[in-house]
C-alpha cells in the first residue's frame, strides 16, 4: 500500500511539474516580431517539425470540427508527449526516432484545418485514376521492374513543397537563412533548399515546370507570403496549373507557424489549409541528408523481384505452379499492413 501511495504522489507531481513547464503560450513578444538588419521580419534560425509530429495530420472523424483540444484534452496530452520525450530519450540504438525533440504541446487537433472537419477531401475521379495508376514502390507489392515503379520518396528525388514540411516519423529539420531580397528554406529530409526572392520579379515561362514549382515572396505584416507556380504536378499537393500559396510567420521567440493553402480543383473537391507549428529545441540541429548515398531501396527491391523471378522458374522447372510472392508481403516499409487504396506515397 505504501509503494502504491509514494508511486501515485511521484507520477502526480511530475505531471504537475509537466504541466507548470508548458503553460498555454503566452501572446508574442517583442523578439517574436524581430528584424533583420534591413527591416524585415526575421525568420532565421533552425526549426524542427518534431513537435507536429505528434499532432494527426487528419482530424479523428470523433471529433468533427472540433479544432483545438479542451483544457483536460490538453493535459492528458501533454503527459502523453513528455512519456514520449523520456522514451526517446532513454532508447538505445542506431534509430530511436526524433521523439527527444518534441519540446512543445499543442492544442490543435490535426494539422489539416480546412475543410472544417479537418480531413482531407474526396479526390476528383480524375484525381483518383491517376492515384490508382500512381507507382507504390515500397509501400506496395509491386510489380517492380524499373526504377520509375519506385515512388519519388524512394528515388530520393523530392518531397515537393508542401510534402518536405509535413512531420515525418524522422529528418523533420528546417533552416531558414535571409539576405536582402531573398529568404532560403532549406529541408533536412531529401535536402531539398528553396530560394525565394522577394523583389516583385514575375515568374518564370509556364514551359519551364519542376518538382518544387517557381517561387516568389512578399511581405504581408510580419508573415511572408510565398506564391508558387510552375509545378509539375507529380507530387502530394501540387497541380500543372495550381499556384500554391504558403505563409510562414514567427508567432513566438521559438514558435514557427507554417500555412498551405492548396486550392486545386482539378484534384480536390473543397480546398485544404494545412497549418504546422515549427520549435527551436536548444542544441537542435540540420543535419545532413545523404538519402543517395545511403539508398538501397532501388537496388534491394529490383533484386528482390529479379531473384522471385528466378524462384518462380526454378518452381516451374519442377512442376510447381504457385503464385508470385509480393516483395513487400504485405506491408509498407514502415511494418505496416498494405491498404487495397490509398494517396501514393511520394
Request: hydrophobic fraction near 35%.
Amino acid at each position: 500500500m505504501t509503494t502504491r501511495i509514494v508511486t501515485t504522489f511521484i507520477v502526480a507531481a511530475g505531471l504537475s511539474a509537466g504541466l507548470a513547464a508548458q503553460k498555454p503560450a503566452p501572446k508574442p513578444s517583442s523578439a517574436a516580431v524581430a528584424k533583420t538588419s534591413w527591416g524585415d521580419p526575421d525568420l532565421q534560425g533552425t526549426w524542427s517539425g518534431d513537435s507536429a509530429f505528434a499532432i494527426p495530420m487528419q482530424r479523428p472523424e470523433a471529433l468533427g470540427t472540433k479544432a483545438e483540444l479542451t483544457d483536460q484534452e490538453y493535459a492528458d496530452k501533454l503527459a502523453r508527449d513528455e512519456q514520449s520525450r523520456n522514451r526517446a530519450s532513454g532508447a538505445v540504438g542506431p534509430f530511436r526516432n526524433d521523439g527527444a525533440w518534441l519540446d512543445k504541446t499543442f492544442r490543435q487537433t490535426s494539422l489539416i484545418l480546412e475543410p472544417a472537419n479537418g480531413r482531407t477531401p474526396p479526390l476528383t475521379p480524375e484525381a483518383e485514376r491517376l492515384r490508382a495508376a500512381a507507382p507504390r514502390g515500397t509501400y506496395g507489392n509491386g510489380p517492380l521492374d524499373s526504377p520509375e515503379d519506385f515512388t519519388l520518396y524512394d528515388r530520393c528525388i523530392s518531397l515537393g513543397a508542401v510534402g518536405s514540411m509535413t512531420p515525418k516519423i524522422y529528418g523533420n529539420g528546417y533552416r531558414i537563412i535571409q539576405a536582402p531580397g531573398y529568404v532560403a528554406l532549406m529541408s533536412e529530409m531529401i535536402h531539398e533548399a528553396r530560394i525565394i526572392p522577394l523583389d516583385g520579379r514575375p515568374h518564370i515561362g509556364k514551359k519551364i515546370q519542376s518538382y518544387l514549382g517557381d517561387s516568389r515572396g512578399h511581405w504581408e505584416g510580419r508573415t511572408l507570403v510565398i506564391e508558387t507556380t510552375n509545378l509539375n504536378g507529380r507530387t502530394n499537393y501540387s497541380a500543372v496549373n495550381m499556384t500554391l500559396v504558403e505563409r510562414l510567420t514567427r508567432v513566438e521567440p521559438d514558435v514557427l507557424r507554417y500555412e498551405a493553402i492548396i486550392d486545386d480543383p482539378s484534384t480536390y473537391t473543397a480546398r485544404v489549409r494545412i497549418s504546422i507549428p515549427f520549435t527551436s529545441p536548444a542544441g537542435y540541429r540540420v543535419l545532413p541528408y545523404d538519402c543517395h548515398e545511403g539508398n538501397l531501396a532501388v537496388l534491394q527491391g529490383l533484386g528482390g523481384e529479379r531473384a522471385e523471378d528466378a524462384a518462380l522458374a526454378a518452381d516451374a522447372g519442377r512442376g510447381i505452379v504457385r503464385p508470385r510472392r509480393p516483395i513487400q508481403g504485405g506491408l509498407t516499409v514502415g511494418g505496416q499492413p498494405i491498404p487495397e487504396s490509398g494517396p501514393a506515397q511520394n
